[in-house]
Nanobody, 127 residues
Framework: QLQLVESGGGLVQPGGSLRLSCAAP????????IGWTRQAPGKEREGVLC????????YFSNSVKGRFTISRDNAKNAVYLQMNSLKPEDTAIYYC????????????????????WGQGTQVTVSL
């Protein structure tokens, strides 16, 4: 069973940075499209960023452009979400998702169109 595991969340002050990681203990992530979504309390899930199987990035949220980037490290079998200049409105549970099959592009909808999900990691931006 494919399992995705997010880590790196926490409490950070406005203007700070966090790097979230998405790993798969028993699965090779190379050549799969991997994306990040988030869900804030009382709000719908929102697509954030995706990296395709050919490492092309797709932004689903204009609010994170210029602040968030996505990357992958095949040697560590992980995908990262680097979040800079964090704002209180970035507070949410962040989930990583994987698109089948291998070699896929990022989904057209960045909120739900993933085949596997992690359990999420909480990011809180507050003084």
């Amino acid at each position: 069973q494919l399992q995705l595991v997010e880590s790196g969340g926490g409490l950070v002050q406005p203007g700070g940075s966090l790097r979230l990681s998405c790993a798969a203990p028993r699965f090779i992530l190379n050549k799969y499209a991997i994306g990040w979504t988030r869900q804030a309390p009382g709000k719908e899930r929102e697509g954030v960023l995706c990296i395709s199987s050919t490492d092309v990035s797709t932004y689903f949220s204009n609010s994170v452009k210029g602040r968030f980037t996505i990357s992958r490290d095949n040697a560590k079998n992980a995908v990262y979400l680097q979040m800079n200049s964090l704002k209180p409105e970035d507070t949410a549970i962040y989930y990583c998702g994987l698109v089948l099959p291998q070699g896929s592009s990022c989904p057209k909808r960045g909120d739900f169109d993933y085949d596997y999900w992690g359990q999420g990691t909480q990011v809180t931006v507050s003084l």
